[in-house]
């Protein structure tokens, strides 16, 4: 595998349902990130995990659950959806430097369809 | 607060052409990072071109270009001789001078006809 990767590619669940979004960067990164498109609107960052430690959480609602067990890993958990939750939601990786003048791109994964019933 | 405009919701051009997509930007910050990337209709959103704010020349990536006026606070995006396959969704993305995230515009829909 190379890039960045996301499982599963498509998601259906129902409102009482609980699932978890996957990703996993083979690129030797060490900042990780999710966001939420949904149609019409522009990309939402919704967390950020440098070093594996979260660094931002985007006025994220509490049903999104994130987990980043190591650098390379990034979990979404999801619990109690609503339907306006049904998105597209990409997970992205970089790598970062204590030095924030130097800036690297953000490659990103295929992305999980998500349909909320 | 930061932010990206971009004013085209669609653009068509002629293949073999060249097309510009727009991107304004807001900021009080004097270092940051200017980014485009193409989204196509699978989903995936793929890094196109990079221009820091301090870069005195225009970033060029093969058929890509930045056209960067810092002034203006503008950073159009130029594709020359356009293909089939550049038909995607085009965003425009900021990142600040702290912290690693991005700020992305609402993008372009580009459409290249034959």
């Known amino acids: 595998e190379t890039g960045v990767t996301q499982t599963p590619r498509h998601l259906v669940m129902g409102m009482t349902n609980k699932k978890s979004l996957k990703c996993e960067q083979h690129?030797?990164?060490?900042?990780m990130y999710w966001y939420k498109q949904s149609a019409k609107k522009p990309l939402e960052l919704m967390f950020v995990y440098n070093f594996k430690e979260q660094t931002e959480n985007n006025s994220v609602p509490s049903r999104f659950s994130p987990e980043c067990p190591n650098s390379s890993h990034l979990f979404l958990h999801l619990h109690t959806l609503q339907p306006e939750d049904s998105a597209l939601y990409l997970c992205?990786?970089?790598?970062?430097?204590?030095?924030?003048?130097?800036?690297?791109?953000?490659?990103f994964g295929p992305g999980t369809r998500l349909t909320v019933t | 607060a930061q932010k990206i405009t971009q004013t085209q919701p669609g653009m068509f051009v002629q293949e073999k052409e060249a097309v510009t997509l727009d991107c304004t930007y807001d900021?009080?910050?004097?270092?940051?990072?200017l980014f485009w990337y193409k989204q196509p209709s699978s989903g995936e959103m793929i890094f196109l071109i990079y221009q820091g704010s301090y870069d005195e020349q225009n970033a060029t990536e093969g058929r890509y270009s930045l056209n960067f006026q810092k002034a203006r606070k503008s950073a159009n995006l130029v594709i020359s001789a356009s293909q089939l396959g550049d038909s995607a969704m085009y965003f425009c993305?900021?990142?600040?001078?702290?912290?690693?995230?991005?700020?992305f515009g609402a993008g372009t829909i580009l459409r290249v006809k034959s």
């Open positions: 993305a900021m990142k600040m001078e702290y912290g690693n995230k991005l700020v």
């Open positions: 992205a990786s970089s790598q970062v430097f204590s030095n924030d003048a130097i800036s690297y791109e953000q490659y």
């Open positions: 900021t009080s910050d004097q270092s940051y990072g």
């Open positions: 690129l030797g990164h060490n900042a």
